[in-house]
């Protein structure tokens, strides 16, 4: 079963074809009304991968707050490991803004 939408399988085949075409496009999704992904290529050829969830806890990785963020969490990683893009071990968390914590990323792009 796939838990991620399918508004966030095609932003992400939009940034690999970008990857791949020397211009990959930023994007912001929304996976569940509680967590979004934003995504922002650097000029170093990687890009910063940031996840937002609004949630009563922030554990130090995004995989710790259970199995179904997991689920989705390798979908996403799985689509991104399908255009040649490494996906982090791990999302950490790097701070709360207006009660959404923040796990970021780096993506190293071929």
Do not use: K
């Not at 710790?64 to 996403?76: A, E, H, K, P």
């Not at 790097?94 to 071929?110: F, I, K, N, Q």
């Amino acid at each position: 079963m796939n838990h991620v939408p399918d508004a966030a399988l095609d932003a992400i085949d939009d940034f690999g074809e970008g990857v791949l075409t020397g211009t990959p496009p930023p994007f912001a999704v929304r996976l569940r009304s509680d967590l979004r992904l934003r995504v922002r290529p650097q000029a170093d050829g990687t890009a910063c991968c940031r996840y937002e969830t609004e949630h009563t806890e922030a554990p130090s990785t995004l995989r710790d707050r259970g199995s179904f963020v997991t689920t989705i969490l390798d979908g996403i990683d799985g689509r991104f490991r399908a255009w040649g893009i490494d996906p982090p071990d791990a999302y950490v968390y790097a701070e709360t803004v207006d009660g959404w914590h923040r796990y970021e990323g780096v993506l190293r792009c071929p």
